[in-house]
């Protein structure tokens, strides 16, 4: 019999590899439009969620008293995704997987200003560190004048606000709720897109593809949810950046990517800063920020 400790590893190596195909899914499916890609996601990512539902919450799973708060938790994770997907088109893998760990660099920031939380010489430094290991991966785009690599910077600061939302949200809504709302109206914003960009009719293998992504999109963050209630946090959160190595080695044999040495050592630094402001946080006993959205 397995541990709730090994049982919460398993979820969370499961939600790194879930995640890691989806990227996969968007880089390989860059030839559709954006906003068919972000609709067919969370479309097919509302089949995970209703199995979460209790069964004698099936009819009022919707009902909540903060509607607003889960609409600017919903935008601001529509706005984050869609400049991750962004980046995981034009951009190599590894580039992007590194600079996404930057969210609780982010959120440490933010709870500056909208939690009014007093923030240590320790998360300072982490911080500072953690913007280093950014500007080190970001330096093609002030070499190449790639403008594309703002665009898991984006992702980072939207995840900061989504962060920040749920935090405030699961003081009194269920998961279920805020997965819901958040599907919901992703799925409606890529919807919307039908009017204004031509929408093309995927393959067969194509529409697996899309299957797929949204599929593990969705079990991917109730893995990382799971794993994290199953598990000790300080056991299980280190483990989220095994998907930086298998960005590496799906972007190396799929893509020919070879990451920079500078991209490396930049993760590293990001690494090193997510971890210390885990480590922190953890000991204040507050809330574990989730790595993804």
């Known amino acids: 019999m397995l541990t709730q400790n090994q049982i919460g590893v398993l979820y969370m190596v499961g939600s790194v590899i879930c995640f890691s195909i989806m990227d996969i899914c968007v880089k390989w499916l860059d030839y559709y439009p954006v906003g068919q890609v972000l609709f067919l996601r969370f479309f097919i990512g509302f089949i995970p969620i209703f199995f979460i539902i209790p069964k004698d919450k099936i009819f009022s799973f919707y009902k909540t008293s903060r509607p607003g708060l889960h ?16 980046g995981l088109r034009e951009l190599p893998l590894a580039d ?3 600079l996404t760990f930057g969210g609780p660099i982010f959120v440490t920031i933010a709870s500056i200003f909208f939690l009014s939380e007093k923030v240590g010489i320790k998360r300072w430094s982490a911080v500072f560190i953690g913007f280093l290991g950014m500007l080190l991966i970001v330096q093609p785009a002030f070499i190449e004048v790639n403008y594309y690599y703002i665009t898991p910077i984006v992702f980072c600061i939207f995840f900061a606000c989504v962060a920040i939302s749920v935090r405030s949200l699961s003081k ?18 890529g919807l919307g897109t039908i009017f ?19 599929l593990c999109g969705s079990v ?10 199953l598990a000790e946090a300080s ?19 799929i893509w020919s990517e070879v990451p920079k040495i500078l991209t490396l050592l930049g993760a590293s630094l990001v690494i ?9 946080e953890n000991k ?7 790595p993804r959205t």
Do not use: H
């Open 71 to 86: 609409a600017f938790r919903a935008i601001s994770g529509a706005l984050a995704i869609i400049a991750l997907f962004l």
């Open 96 to 98: 992007v997987v590194s």
């Open 172 to 189: 009194t809504e269920a998961n279920y709720t805020i997965a819901f709302y958040f599907t919901l109206l992703c799925t409606l914003l």
């Open 196 to 214: 204004f960009t031509d929408w093309i009719m995927p393959t067969f293998i194509d529409f697996v593809l899309f299957f797929v992504l949204g």
């Open 220 to 229: 991917a963050n109730l893995l990382l949810t799971q794993s994290y209630r």
């Open 235 to 253: 056991l299980v959160t280190p483990i989220k950046y095994l998907s930086l190595v298998f960005a590496i080695i799906f972007g190396y044999f």
């Open 272 to 280: 090193a800063s997510s971890l210390i402001i885990f480590m922190r």
């Open 284 to 290: 204040l006993k507050k809330q574990i920020v989730i």
